[in-house]
């Protein structure tokens, strides 16, 4: 175990914690890609299979995290050591780099979220009225899909400082703070919307839409895929930022119960989110399944947009989604940034220092994707898919450590909740994970037939599985490196007095 | 038939994390009270 004391941050409440675990889930893949997803699989069909996943794959993964992050009370490197041993350090520390390479380009959606809330302020969507959506889809194009995207990098690099300044300020007064101010403001402006866009006349059909299940869906393995898809990209489980947080828990806090928490509070904000999007393209849009296979982009700069601006209230409307898709993703950015600052605290460095050096590390990399939308594109699916492998580390970590213990030791002993079987669950996980991800993997070849092995240039080859393997084995060369080092330094644990 | 998937749906996911948070903060209250004291 860890020697060293380094400052003993800790959660003020139980209540900071489940906010900011909440507020890192519930992020943009809510807001835009759970209501598409839903809208690509059918409808109701999807949203069972869903609850299926959130109990196979997401509750069992963050349990393991998060027992992970309150044993050691180190991050993903430092826990890797102290639980599997020194030559597991780099494994952790691959883990964690997934998650700072998605952070990296992360913030960038960040950034357009902020244009689009000056946008609508400085009365926009009048200007659409007259232009309609050709206006909407000549301004996203000019801003952010014409490289170089300047003006996109401008507001990369003040989401990069305002998210950063807040992780300077520590768990308690950063973190914390923050996220107990995001997380409600998401379910309630959520819920406004709701309000607003059901009285839409015609947007019952969007609910019914979203609600009426089809048989045959259940045999579909597509909507299985992407249904286990969503919960693995939504809930954040396995991405190993619920170990992080769980470093600063209490020493009694309650794991299970917690996850149970995290899972469905994220889905009911994905359900929120859906009956806001899909009821208001269903009643606004001449072709609503037109307008909800746009893309994440298509649908929200271009149609929403220009969709709001011929609303009555679209003006609030409009800003309203915005607020709560720039909550969404900024609680979900400063949880990349604490990742990363607390893998190098438990190297000893400070947090300020620590902050600053992942910081600089987002503006460096995050700028690549900032100004190239086709590198952006790249590094969405490389570290996406990537994530799906983090989960399996985890998985294989704690059966490796041993899940009965973990029970006994961590889990079962402060939990309100104590369903074993669920937990038990993660044995089966290697299993879930070949489908899904060698569904990923495979059609990714055939995305590229007689080319998928091709990589460069990144934007060209975007989804290859050529440019997955090279990123993941560069970062995995680098790491296996300086492992020795690494490994020498992760000594200073977050001991609790 | 599509508004009693809804109502199900809805009563199931919202009602569970509702459930979970309140039990959660209900608990922590509990230890709090059983923490108060002079020692």
Not at chain 1, 413 to 441: H, N, Q, T, Y
Request: charged share 15%; aromatic share 14%; proline share 3%.
């Amino acid at each position: 175990m860890a020697e060293i004391k380094q400052g003993g941050e800790q959660f003020a409440s139980r209540w900071g914690l489940i906010a900011t675990i909440l507020g890192m889930a519930v992020g943009t893949g809510n807001i835009w890609r759970f209501p598409r997803e839903l809208a690509a699989c059918g409808g109701g069909a999807f949203l069972v299979i869903y609850v299926i996943a959130l109990f196979t794959w997401a509750v069992p993964l963050i349990c393991a995290e998060s027992a992970f992050g309150k044993k050691t009370r180190m991050a993903n490197a430092g826990a890797f050591k102290t639980l599997l041993g020194n030559k597991w350090t780099w494994v952790g520390a691959w883990a964690g780099m997934v998650c700072i390479m998605l952070g990296a380009y992360y913030v960038v959606v960040l950034g357009w979220v902020m244009k689009y809330i000056a946008l609508i302020l400085t009365g926009f969507l009048s200007d659409v009225r007259t232009g309609g959506v050709d206006l909407t889809a000549q301004v996203w194009k000019n801003f952010a899909m014409t490289p170089p995207s300047v003006e996109a990098w401008m507001w990369f690099v003040g989401a990069v400082i305002i998210s950063a300044a807040i992780i300077a300020r520590g768990v308690q007064g950063g973190l914390e703070k923050a996220n107990k101010i995001l997380v409600p403001s998401i379910y309630i402006i959520l819920a406004i919307l709701i309000v607003r866009v059901v009285t839409l006349p015609g947007a019952w059909k969007g609910l019914q839409f979203m609600f009426t299940i089809d048989p045959a869906g259940f045999t579909n393995p597509d909507v299985w895929l992407r249904a286990y898809t969503q919960v693995a990209w939504s809930t954040g489980a396995g991405w190993g930022m619920f170990h992080v947080f769980y470093v600063y828990s209490a020493k009694d806090e309650d794991i299970m119960l917690n996850s149970f928490t995290v899972a469905f509070g994220d889905t009911t904000a994905a359900t929120l989110a859906g009956m806001v999007v899909i009821p208001a393209v269903f009643a606004l849009a001449p072709d609503p399944m037109a307008v909800m296979k746009s893309g994440a982009n298509g649908l929200t700069f271009v149609n929403l947009t220009n969709l709001f601006a011929h609303t009555a209230g679209g003006f609030i409307l409009g800003l309203l989604f915005f607020l709560a898709l720039f909550s969404a993703a900024l609680s979900s950015v400063i949880a990349m940034i604490e990742l990363g600052t607390r893998n190098l605290m438990d190297m000893g460095y400070s947090r300020i220092k620590a902050t600053l050096y992942v910081t600089v590390f987002f503006l460096v990399v995050g700028s690549w994707s900032a100004l190239d939308n086709g590198i952006f594109e790249n590094q969405d699916m490389v570290w996406g898919v990537a994530l799906l492998m983090v989960g399996l580390l985890y998985a294989i970590a704690a059966m490796k450590y041993g899940v009965d213990k973990l029970w006994k030791e961590d889990i079962e002993p402060c939990s309100d909740m104590r369903v074993e079987w669920l937990w038990k669950g993660i044995r089966f996980f290697p299993v879930l994970f070949a489908f899904v991800w060698g569904w990923w993997f495979y059609q990714a070849m055939t995305w590229y037939p007689g080319e998928w092995y091709k990589f460069w240039p990144l934007q060209k080859y975007a989804y290859t599985p050529g440019s997955m393997v090279v990123e993941w084995g560069l970062l995995a060369v680098i790491l296996i490196a300086l492992n020795k080092a690494m490994a020498k330094r992760l000594i200073h644990s977050n001991v609790l007095d | 038939m599509w508004q009693l998937t809804m109502a199900i749906f809805i009563i199931i996911t919202m009602g569970s994390f509702a459930w979970a948070i309140k039990t959660a903060l209900a608990s922590e209250k509990r230890k709090r009270r059983g923490s108060a004291g002079p020692h």
